[in-house]
């Protein structure tokens, strides 16, 4: 080789060499350039998702009261359309159809329902012949529960057709400073009397029906109880939302 050709063939691998660090600079440059816009792409999807947490848990976390309930309720009942609800207990299921044109109450249970709050909650109050009421235990829980969710009352709704009869489910109103028969949201009671408890018609507002598990109802309103209408033994419930 003389030297003409060797300059020649030292030239050439030269600028092949050059050549092939500029396409791996090239290559890294735009595989940098991917990258970062991958990572502006998470970081945007993760500050959404920080912001769509965030709004959850202040609906979560929202403290109920006389003031703000009603509003409340109004969004969530348009948001929430379950209308439908078990309630379990040692002896059997009862299920629960809630009424749509009774928007405040049914949001009400449905809201409490998913939050747990009947959870080991238990039939308080057992009166023969009658009805059996349940959603209150003098467990620490329960008090706890109910001072995340708030303290609130519920108007009445006593215009919409409905009698006290047997298999209806009622909200009982709260005794304490209430002329107005405003309804305590964290208790209600099935109405057991056949064919019906028709002197509380107007007093308490219905908002749903027993459409499985009267012999449950049955069985309830026959356990013993102490001069306070209070069963002898607990008889605790989990409550759930009834797929279709």
Known sequence: MNKSKLIIFLIFNALVFFQCNLDKSQKKKNTTTKDSAINNKQEVKSQNSEVLDKELEEKKSIILNDKNAIPFFFQYQKENLENSVRISTRFGNIDIQLFENTPYHRANFIYLTKKGYFNNTTFHRVVPGFIIQGGNSDRYETAKKRGEIGKYLLPPDTRK????????????SSEIENPYKLASPYEFFIVQQSPGAYHLDGSYTIFGKVIAGMEVVDIIN???????????????????????
């Open 222 to 244: 026959k356990q013993k109880t102490d001069k306070r209408e209070t069963p002898l033994t607990n008889i605790f419930m989990d409550v759930s939302i009834l797929e279709k």
């Open 161 to 172: 057709g409905y009698s006290h009869h047997r298999g209806v489910i009622a909200m009982p």
